[in-house]
Every structure is written in C-alpha cells, then in structure tokens.
C-alpha cells in the first residue's frame, strides 16, 4: 500500500497514481516500477510484515502532518490576512484610479509635462479623503531675491470617502460568503483588527509615495524647489478605525445582539435617508455648476459634490455658513450667511426645496419599513446625528504664507455646529414623526398578516400541540421487516 505524498491518501500497492487526486508513484528512471523514496511510506498488504514496521510510523496510518517552519508555516501564518487583502484590493485601485484621473488635467500647479510628478501630486490630494491636508512648501531665488512659500490644503473629499467604504464593504461581504462557518464575536473582532491594520498600512506608502518634491524653476533645478507632502495625522488613524468598523458590521451581525435590535431598523431607515438625500443634492451643485458655466473645471466640481450637497442641505435648513479670512489684506474678518439671519443671501431662498426633499425622503423610508412610533423617533434622532456628522467634516480650510518672513494668510469655511444640530434635528423631527402620519392617512401601508411592526413586541400566541390519532392503530396494520417473505 502506497501513501501519497500530496493529498495523504493510500494506494494499493501495484498502482502508478494516487486514487484520490492523481499523482504519479512512477521513477522517472523506471516507469511503471513503485517508488518508496518519495513517498511518506509504502506499505505491503499483509499484516505485521517487516516491510510495514521498516515503514515507520507513517506506514501505520497515522495522519500526516507538516512539520512547523519553512514556506509551509509562512503560508499559513499569512492566510487569516488573505480576506482583508483581497478586500482592499478595489479600494486602493480607486485612489490610484483618482490620482491617475486628476493628473490627466494640467491645472494642479506644477511642470505640465511631467506626468508622474503630477500623479504623485494628485495621490497626496486624494488622500483628503481621509482627512489628510496636503502642505506644499518652497524656497526659491528669483533675481537675487529669495522667496518663501507655505501653503496647507485641507478639504475632505467625501465622495472618494463613500465610494471606498462602498467598495471595502463589499469586497468584505464577498470575503464572509466564502467562509463555510459564520464568524463568532472573536473571529469578527480579530478581522475587523487586521482589516483596519492593513488598510491603514496601505495608506501609509499611498501617502509616502505622495511626498515629492519638484523645482520651482524647470529650467533651473538648483534655483529653489516645492516640496509636496500629505499629513499622516488624522489620515491613517481615519482610515484604521473606519476599515476596522466596516469589517466589524459585515462581519460581526450587529442586528442580532439584543441591545441593537431595536435600534436596527430606525438606523436603516435614517441611513437610507441621508444617503439618499446627499446623493441628490449634490447632483444638483453639479447641474447648477454646469448651468451656470463661470469656467469652474469640472474636475474639481464632481470630487467635490457631496461636500456641495451637504453645504447645500445645510444652508437650505437654515444652518449657518461661515466664512473666515485671516491675515494682511482688507477682506479679513468672519462673515456668516444663513436663511434665518437677518443679512440673509436674497436668492437663495430655493435652497429650502433641498431640505423639504430631504424631509419626504426620510418620510418616505419611515413609511416604507413601517416603523412605530419609538422606531421613528429613533430615526429621527440617528438621521439628525449622521447628517451633522457629516455636516461637520465638509467644510475645509487653506492657508498661506509669503515673503522673507512669512506673514499668515489664508481662509476657512465651515458650517457652526449648534445651527447645524438644531437645523438638522428641526427637519429630521419633521419627516421621521409628521410626514409619516400624514402618508399613513393618505396611502396605508400594507400590513403583512402576522407580522408585528418593525419595534413591536412578538406575537404571543404559544403554539400549537400536534393533534392526537383517533385510535392506536392494530398490531396487524403494522408491518415488520422480519415478517416480509
């Protein structure tokens, strides 16, 4: 009896392959001849021979098992990492994709022919979407004359920033259908760490790849040079934490822990809502900066729509913007423009149909998945909470600084905090608890029989015994295999 040395598997004696997966017992030599020098063990037939004790103890069936070390050991070291790899697989190809698509446009201030340069450029400003602020530091000799410059970019990028949790997502729902057993709280925790350790990696030497530095003048290289550099800080921590609850929620079903269950559907409903509404209102700063055509490129329009939109559903809610300038110069100071504030903008006043659609939407999916009243107050409270989030980071600062000695200048526009959660908690309270008392007059929802709404408790019917036989019945109507002929 022969023991492949691939699958493990015994073979009769006088076989040339393994009957389970096919692998050849012949010499190259001698064909056709058994071989025990390649083989874990070759065994004869009979019982207790010489040739089965000279075997030693893999010829007496014990299971084989590779011995620690070596590529073996380093294949398996690296195996639990092999999901999370793939996963993020998508994610980087489109921060690369981004980078390469930006750099196509010759408007990103630097040598118009110099192609990689201007993609190294761009991958350091795509990492905005991970709150990575982008400084671009020069000194130069100009005539005799040295000239210092400091300029810090800080603008999140949201749409990049949705686009590569969608796409993480994903490639992790792929990841736990493969799996042939469902993830316990451990195995959900462990991946969602190495998931947030590797994408944290990979955006660290994204942003290492992104240092360069370029000469102020082309044609005379030793006359001064830019220096491009992407913050590390809060870029990988972001990046870290977000991977790891990405990973944590596909894999660690949430919706099945008892403290989250009630909770489960009035998120869905504020999730779908706000996704909902941001998508459209950024479709219309894209329309309308087309419409307008005051020659803004488009390239920097659709990158930056969803923080548009979210401004967009702000100032339509009467949430406050502000813009603050700072430095030399006759327009510095803090200016706010709101709906609600006695120097508000006169044509603007469209901007409310934004947060009126936003309201019908979150009415829209409360009526949908039919939630109860403690659900709909749930969801008003999570959508206010996730639109002011996000509210919060799509705002973006750049400063500069000019001259021998650097004098200060830059701006910032943001949107204030308290008006943001009052607007937003304001209109949330609107469609998650008014609107849908309105649509259930209107169009009643269709009820499922027997299914309790989505907050409800469950149906306390107890069930039913399995009714009793009228009679036993005969020994005679009972057929025995001993008595069959």
Do not use: K
């Amino acid at each position: 009896m022969a023991i492949c040395t691939g699958c493990g598997a015994a073979s009769a004696g006088w076989a040339r392959s393994c009957a389970n997966c096919g692998r050849s017992f012949d010499r190259a030599d001698q064909p056709g001849e058994p071989v025990s020098a390649g083989l874990i063990g070759v065994v004869e037939a009979e019982a207790g021979s010489g040739a089965a004790s000279a075997a030693g103890r893999w010829g007496r069936g014990v299971p084989y098992e590779p011995r620690g070390g070596g590529p073996a050991a380093f294949g398996r070291a690296l195996a639990p990492w092999a999901p999370a790899a793939r996963a993020l697989l998508a994610p980087t190809a489109l921060l690369l994709a981004a980078a390469a698509l930006l750099a196509q446009s010759e408007s990103v201030g630097f040598p118009a022919g110099d192609y990689g340069s201007r993609f190294r450029v761009c991958l350091a400003r795509v990492l905005a979407a991970f709150g990575a602020a982008t400084e671009t530091r020069s000194a130069g000799d100009s005539d005799g004359m040295l000239m210092l410059n400091s300029q810090v970019t800080s603008a999140a990028v949201l749409l990049l920033t949705a686009l590569w949790t969608a796409l993480l997502w994903l490639g992790l729902r792929a990841a736990g259908r493969r799996r042939s057993t469902p993830a316990d709280a451990r195995a959900a925790v462990e991946e969602a760490g190495r998931t947030g350790v590797l994408a944290g990696v990979v955006v660290l030497l994204l942003a290492l790849a992104g240092r360069v530095r370029l000469p102020v003048f082309p044609d005379f290289p030793r006359r001064g040079s830019y220096l491009v550099e992407p913050g590390l800080w809060p870029t990988v921590p972001v990046v870290v934490l977000l991977a790891g609850a990405t990973a944590l929620a596909v894999h660690g079903r949430v919706a099945d822990l008892p403290r989250v269950a009630p909770w489960w559907a009035a998120a869905r409903a504020a999730a779908g809502a706000a996704g909902t509404s941001v998508v459209f209102a950024g479709a219309a700063v894209v329309v309308l900066a087309v419409a307008q055509g005051d020659g803004v490129a488009m390239w920097v329009v659709v990158p930056l729509a969803v923080n548009g939109g979210l401004f967009l559903l702000a100032f339509g809610s009467g949430a406050q913007m502000r813009v603050e300038r700072w430095g030399a110069g006759e327009e510095r100071g803090a200016e706010g423009f709101s709906l609600l504030h006695p120097g508000a903008v006169p044509w603007a006043w469209w901007t409310v149909l934004a947060a009126v659609a936003a309201a019908l939407v979150l009415a829209g999916w409360v009526h949908r998945l039919r939630l109860g009243r403690g659900a709909r107050l749930r969801a008003a409270v999570l959508h206010a909470l996730l639109l002011s989030a996000l509210m919060a980071v799509a705002g973006g600062s750049e400063r500069h600084s000019y001259g021998f000695e650097p004098t200060l200048q830059g701006q910032a526009w943001s949107l204030g905090v308290a008006g943001v959660l009052v607007a937003n908690a304001v209109w949330s309270a609107v469609g998650a608890l008014a609107l849908p008392v309105v649509f259930a007059r209107v169009r009643p929802a269709r009820v499922l029989i027997g299914a309790p709404p989505a907050d409800g408790p469950e149906p306390s019917a107890e069930p039913e015994a399995a009714p009793e036989p009228p009679a036993v019945p005969y020994a005679s109507e009972v057929m025995d295999w001993r008595t069959r002929d």
